[in-house]
């Protein structure tokens, strides 16, 4: 069955570092992926997805690359700020056609 | 852009009580979702609804229904609530999805309710 698993469940970061989160599928017929920004007391929001027919994505200070030889995908944050201290979810889509969602990392950064 | 919005943020109820929660979404999204978030767990789908009257059991339906009456609002039914219910229930909408054919769409949130059961 399809999993969608986080590397780490906890990343401290210092204020103006770049931030990687990784993570892994394992179907590899899954062909969207999705990262979720959650902070505390609130719903996961969204903030970048890609297809499968594409290796990278890039958003406002958010790039996701997509590895499919390896069904890793990752987030990485430019310039981590404050505000970016929260749990991130990777969610893909699974042969059953619903989202799976990983377990989630917590990124700290340090001021 | 998207607003997904649910009727409480905060919940106590005690055990034995029927819980609703309700959520409408603003986007004509054909499909609603709930999930509940436990730590350790991650989100669970509980039921999903792809259209209006249509709904279908998630991984954890046991002791959950739901009713979709109206395209814009999906409600979360504690028949008889239990402590083990106790979590924050998180409620989603997208556009396309398990039965689009098309493939997938992006989930969009609402803020969640954090239920107690006492």
Not at chain 2, 74 to 79: D, G, N, P, Q, V
Request: charged residues 20%; glycine residues 10%.
């Amino acid at each position: 069955g399809e999993s969608v698993g986080l590397h780490l469940p906890t990343l401290s970061v210092q204020e103006g570092d770049n931030s990687i989160i990784n993570c892994a599928y394992s179907n590899s017929a899954s062909d969207y992926f999705i990262w979720y920004k959650q902070e505390s007391g609130k719903g996961p929001q969204f903030i970048i997805d890609i297809r499968s027919n594409m290796d990278k994505r890039q958003g406002q200070r958010v790039t996701v690359l997509l590895n499919k030889t390896v069904k890793h995908l990752s987030l990485q944050i430019a310039a981590t700020q404050p505000g970016d201290s929260a749990v991130y979810f990777c969610a893909g889509y699974n042969a059953g056609n619903m989202l799976t969602f990983g377990g989630g990392t917590r990124l700290m950064v340090k001021p | 852009d998207v607003k997904v919005t649910q009727s409480s943020r905060y919940l106590v109820k005690r055990t034995g009580e029927k819980v609703f929660l309700e959520c409408v979404q603003d986007m004509d999204h054909e499909n609603m979702f709930w999930y509940r978030q436990d730590p350790g767990l991650g989100l669970r789908l509980i039921y999903f609804s792809y259209d209006v009257k249509m709904k279908e059991k998630g991984d954890i339906p046991e002791g959950y229904s739901v009713s979709r009456e109206k395209k814009e609002r999906f409600s979360l039914i504690l028949e008889s609530a239990s402590t083990n219910q106790t979590s924050m229930y998180l409620c989603a909408s997208s556009f396309s999805g398990p039965t689009s054919g098309s493939g997938s769409d992006t989930q969009y949130f609402g803020p969640g309710t954090r239920l107690t059961v006492l």
